[in-house]
């Protein structure tokens, strides 16, 4: 199986909501990650786990709050957001994270949208 | 920060025609990645090229590496309809994570 799958595909939020993305592989990945993307925009990392620990945040505001339960789900818990936070947010794998290279397994996303 | 640059920026051909793009970027590398995304969707992995290898393919696939120029191509032969995305070139950024270049705009014309 080297699928990661995101839930939910779309979501619509106000600006004082709660809700959180799921996303989950079942590869043995011990690297996860999160990247936002604007239209016609590369993707930007926002974190990375390792070993699910938490090994980099790219200065994300705390409206993100990221979590991984365990080697094979990651969320990402967002408050508060922004309009400017509308995105799609990709979820990705790798074997490992760190000097030699793997390629990223990334999930279809997650299209949102704040009101 | 963004390392790699695609360039053109947009590429629009028809059907049966080769694709070429191509990425440069600015620091050394041990690595670089090519990336598809279709409109909206995750991205796949197509290939990856060590710093060692100045070649690969991958059935219509065809990358370059030249480290001397800091640059790499991604050719696509007989293009497709379905070939129609957006190509990004990934070199390490900070603590080897892939970091993504703008991306190249590919529409192929049945």
């Known amino acids: 199986d080297t699928e990661v799958t995101q839930t939910p595909k779309h979501l619509v939020m106000g600006m004082t909501n709660k809700k959180s993305l799921k996303c989950e592989q079942h590869?043995?990945?011990?690297?996860m990650y999160w990247y936002k993307q604007k239209a016609k925009k590369p993707p930007e990392l926002m974190f990375v786990y390792s070993y699910e620990k938490l090994s980099i945040n790219e200065s994300v505001p705390s409206r993100f709050s990221p979590e991984c339960p365990n080697s094979s789900l990651l969320n990402l818990h967002l408050h508060a957001l922004q309009p400017e936070d509308s995105a799609l947010y990709l979820c990705?794998?790798?074997?490992?994270?760190?000097?030699?290279?793997?390629?990223?397994?990334f999930g279809p996303g997650t299209r949102l949208t704040v009101t | 920060s963004q390392q790699g640059e695609e360039d053109p920026q947009a590429l629009s051909i028809q059907e049966g025609e080769n694709a070429t793009m191509n990425c440069s970027y600015k620091?050394?590398?041990?690595?670089l990645q090519w990336y598809r995304q279709n409109s909206g969707r995750g991205l796949v992995h197509l290939i990856l090229i060590r710093s060692n290898e100045r070649e690969k393919h991958s059935g219509r696939l065809r990358v370059t590496l030249d480290t001397s120029k800091k640059s790499s191509s991604l050719l696509i032969t007989a293009s497709r309809a379905a070939d129609t995305a957006s190509y990004f070139c990934?070199?390490?950024?900070?603590?080897?994570?892939?970091?993504f270049g703008r991306g190249t705009s590919l529409i192929v014309h049945p």
């Open positions: 990934a070199t390490p950024g900070g603590s080897y994570i892939p970091t």
């Open positions: 990705a794998s790798s074997q490992r994270e760190g000097l030699a290279a793997y390629e990223q397994y």
């Open positions: 620091t050394s590398i041990n690595n």
């Open positions: 590869m043995g990945h011990r690297a």
